[in-house]
């Protein structure tokens, strides 16, 4: 153990990209925890209901759902990845015990920001000319042309268009979506969506919304929420099937282009199953 009057070796300091990785695993470790809480709802949740001859069934799954999660959460606590986070953590608080710094750090996102900037550095040669601009003008602008097309989806912003809010009514269940737009020094943004929810199917919404293509176009982004409220088929468009076998439903949207016999093309939005995509 170093002495803390020690300065840290150079060598064992972060940079950005490790602390930005440590936060998301730290913020996939919390949403795990987040959805244990609700272990024993889940599981007396059928006894809840008018008897019926799913309920076993819907208990089973329950039971073995709240199961795999803590072993899941559990196997990934004790993982080096996580255990090494932890030290580090512990190294770098003896250094340097002043936390203040910490209150201006936002608690979610890093997952997104992780995997977008493990992207940039992996296409940091051809991505610089692709990159738009997009200007207030242009975010309220995409919003009356999604509204316009949508017009059931209630649309929100707040923050100088930096924050969207999106919510709807789906087959009974409230949905709520959260746009972020952050921009950096270089005027490139970013964009971050959320269905806003710490339960099943909001985490998995979330995901599949996170693994989008064309992540930096916020008209893709709003009307892959929209995408939400309509898609003509219910099943997977991949394996044509309604439940996976974790008994999942098609949870994540993506477009196809479809040309017709007269040559003009339209966007069509299909639904997958989260573990169907490629
Ligand atoms: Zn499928």
């Given at each position: 153990m170093a002495a803390p009057d020690v300065a840290p070796q150079p060598g064992t300091e972060?940079?950005?990209?490790?602390?930005?990785?440590?936060l998301a695993l730290l913020e996939h470790l919390q949403a795990q925890i987040d959805d244990l809480r609700l272990a024993l709802p889940r599981v007396i949740e059928p006894f809840h209901q008018p008897p019926n001859p799913r309920m076993f069934k819907l208990y089973v799954q329950g039971v073995v759902g709240s199961q795999n999660g803590?072993?899941?959460?559990?196997?990934?606590?004790?993982?080096s990845e996580t255990q090494t986070m932890f030290e580090h953590t512990k190294k770098s608080l003896t250094a340097n015990p002043d936390l203040s710094a910490s209150t201006s750090i936002p608690s979610h996102g890093w997952t997104e920001r992780e995997r977008k900037e493990r992207e940039s550095r992996k296409n940091k040669h051809d991505e610089s000319s692709d990159e738009v601009t997009l200007t207030n003008e242009e975010v309220t602008r995409l919003i009356s042309e999604v509204q316009k097309a949508w017009p059931n989806l209630h649309?929100?912003?707040?923050?100088?268009?930096?924050?969207?809010?999106?919510?709807?009514?789906?087959?009974?269940?409230?949905?709520?979506?959260?746009?972020?737009?952050?921009?950096?020094?270089?005027?490139?943004?970013?964009?971050?969506?959320?269905?806003?929810?710490?339960?099943?199917?909001?985490?998995?919404?979330?995901?599949?919304?996170a693994s989008r293509p064309q992540a930096s176009d916020l008209k893709y982004l709003l009307n892959m929420v929209a995408?939400?409220?309509?898609?003509?088929?219910?099943?997977?468009?991949?394996?044509?099937?309604?439940?996976?076998?974790?008994?999942?439903?098609?949870?994540?949207?993506?477009?196809?282009?479809?040309?017709?016999?007269?040559?003009?093309?339209?966007?069509?939005?299909?639904?997958?199953?989260?573990?169907c995509l490629s």
């Open positions: 972060w940079d950005e990209a490790q602390c930005t990785a440590a803590i072993k899941t959460l559990r196997e990934e606590w004790k993982s649309v929100d912003t707040r923050d100088d268009n930096h924050i969207i809010s999106v919510q709807f009514v789906h087959e009974s269940v409230k949905l709520k979506f959260r746009v972020t737009i952050e921009r950096d020094a270089n005027g490139r943004h970013t964009l971050n969506g959320k269905c806003l929810g710490t339960t099943e199917p909001f985490l998995t919404i979330t995901r599949c919304i995408a939400y409220t309509n898609v003509k088929s219910k099943e997977c468009a991949k394996c044509e099937k309604i439940f996976d076998n974790t008994m999942s439903t098609p949870m994540a949207r993506r477009s196809r282009q479809i040309v017709a016999a007269d040559g003009t093309t339209e966007t069509r939005w299909e639904a997958f199953h989260e573990s």
